[in-house]
């Protein structure tokens, strides 16, 4: 397995997000499938998110239809002021439209993210006048039970996931 298994593994915190319909969504409520790939992020961010949504999209194209219908993927904005639950929606299923993507407010997100091992607050002013905002950039496994099993980094390929996400599921993740 190229990603890291958490032994123990992280608690999910289930406090509401908002998608893209303005419903509340929770990783612990809304996400029914054996494995849920989390990825915390932002639509404005000009390297790393975009790579690893693309790692991702392509990932789920390696996976049979079985194990494609058994993997949910959440794109959670780390930037709230800009990223607003239908931006955040938008920005995940042009990558597929199988994505979902939430927002809400930066203290919910960071609650969220914390007990993941993700780091999330607004970085430094640019020159531009914008900002960049600092978050971890680990894909986090969450399984059924609600609790993150496994993680990647950013440098993760499409092969690597897709292998690892074959291996979880035939764990029973």
């Known amino acids: 397995m190229t990603g890291t298994l958490l032994e123990p593994p992280f608690e999910v915190n289930g406090a509401a997000l908002v998608d893209g319909s303005q419903s509340p969504y929770s990783l612990v409520e809304d996400t029914d499938d054996p494995l849920t790939l989390v990825f915390f992020g932002y639509t404005h961010c000009p390297d790393i998110c975009g790579t690893v949504m693309s790692t991702m999209a392509s990932a789920m194209t390696r996976l049979s239809e079985e194990d494609r219908s058994d993997v949910g993927v959440v794109f959670v904005t780390t930037d709230p002021q800009r990223d607003t639950p239908a931006v955040s ?69 499409s092969a690597q996931l897709a292998a690892d996400i074959e291996h979880l599921l035939s764990e029973g993740a």
Request: hydrophobic residues 40%; aromatic residues 8%.
């Open 89 to 157: 929606a938008d920005y995940a299923t042009n990558f597929d439209p199988g994505f979902v993507g939430v927002s809400g407010d930066l203290d919910t997100i960071s609650e969220v993210a914390r007990p993941l091992g993700i780091a999330v607050e607004q970085g430094d002013k640019l020159p531009s006048g914008g900002y960049d905002v600092t978050h971890g950039t680990q894909i986090i496994a969450v399984d059924a039970d609600d609790q993150g099993i496994a993680y990647w980094s950013e440098a993760v390929s």
